[in-house]
């Protein structure tokens, strides 16, 4: 278990890092921008980024449960990675998006709503092919 934890939280930290670019870099202005028209102040405090960067890496170790438990069943190895990683974005990231769009709807540009979700697509796949390699399970070698 030792080891699907270290991976889970490798898992986690290209999350984040693949989150701080997203929100810090490519999403910063438009943003920023929607804040101020909605008369709010985009910065939140130490304790809210703390949670966000805690679930992220929780996020990672549950993928990489979630892969270890399922890999019996569909096989070791990328596409079982990639599976995991569309099961996570899909409740994470596509959730998110639909519950932004439709429950405060027009509240915040579409883009904005939608366009992490693609981002996302790929940072869980990326996260999870990366927490795979991690756990260097001898099925996972010869399949990589």
């Known amino acids: 278990m030792g080891r699907v934890i270290a991976a889970g939280l490798l898992a986690g930290l290209v999350l984040n890092v ?14 920023a921008e929607a804040m101020k028209q909605l008369g709010q102040d ?4 130490g304790a809210d980024t703390a949670q966000l960067v805690l679930i992220t890496f929780v ?3 549950l993928g990489m449960v979630l892969y270890s438990g399922v890999k ?3 096989g070791a190895g990328a596409g ?8 996570l974005w899909a409740l994470s990231a596509v959730y998110s998006a ?15 709503v939608w366009g992490p979700v693609a981002y ?3 940072l ?6 990366a927490g795979r390699l991690a756990l260097r399970d001898k099925t996972a070698a010869t399949m990589a």
């Open 18 to 31: 693949g989150e701080a670019v997203l929100h810090g870099v490519i999403f910063a202005a438009p943003a």
């Open 42 to 45: 985009i910065a939140g405090s």
């Open 59 to 61: 996020q990672g170790v």
């Open 72 to 74: 019996g069943q569909w």
């Open 80 to 87: 079982t990675a990639a599976r995991v990683a569309l099961i």
């Open 98 to 112: 639909v519950y932004l769009g439709s429950g405060f709807a027009g509240l915040l540009p579409r883009g904005l």
């Open 120 to 122: 996302e697509l790929v």
């Open 124 to 129: 869980y796949l990326v996260a999870m092919a």
